[in-house]
Nanobody, 125 residues
């Protein structure tokens, strides 16, 4: 059974940092794309970033220059380092897996095969 488990959410002040982790307890990590979405209250789910097994990384415009995605293949874990956090980054962050290697973040967001349950990030002003 594929299971994506997120951790690392919490409350932080604006300008602060958090690091989210997503661990794959199944068999989808190798050869595929893993990434993050977020959903703020009353808003649509938004693709944040993803990283492919070949190392390519994609970022949404709203997080470029502030967020960094990375992966540890031995641990089957993807990290999202979030710096210079803003109140508008407040959302539930979901880990997601795409079976394949998308060419863009939009491509990644169109066909997610597995979802985590989410972790809440709250940025206070």
């Amino acid at each position: 059974e594929v299971r994506l488990v997120e951790s690392g959410g919490g409350l932080v002040q604006a300008g602060g940092s958090l690091r989210l982790s997503c661990t794959d307890s199944g068999f989808i990590f190798d050869g595929n794309a893993i990434g993050w979405f977020r959903q703020a209250p009353g808003k649509e789910r938004e693709a944040v970033s993803c990283i492919l097994s070949d190392g390519r990384r994609y970022y949404g415009d709203s997080v470029k220059g502030r967020f960094t995605i990375s992966r540890d293949n031995a641990k089957k874990t993807v990290y999202l380092q979030m710096n210079v956090l803003k109140p508008e980054d407040t959302a539930v962050y979901f880990c997601a897996a795409f079976i394949g290697l998308p060419d863009t973040l939009e491509g990644f967001s169109r066909a997610i095969d597995y979802w985590g349950k989410g972790t809440l990030v709250t940025v206070s002003s």
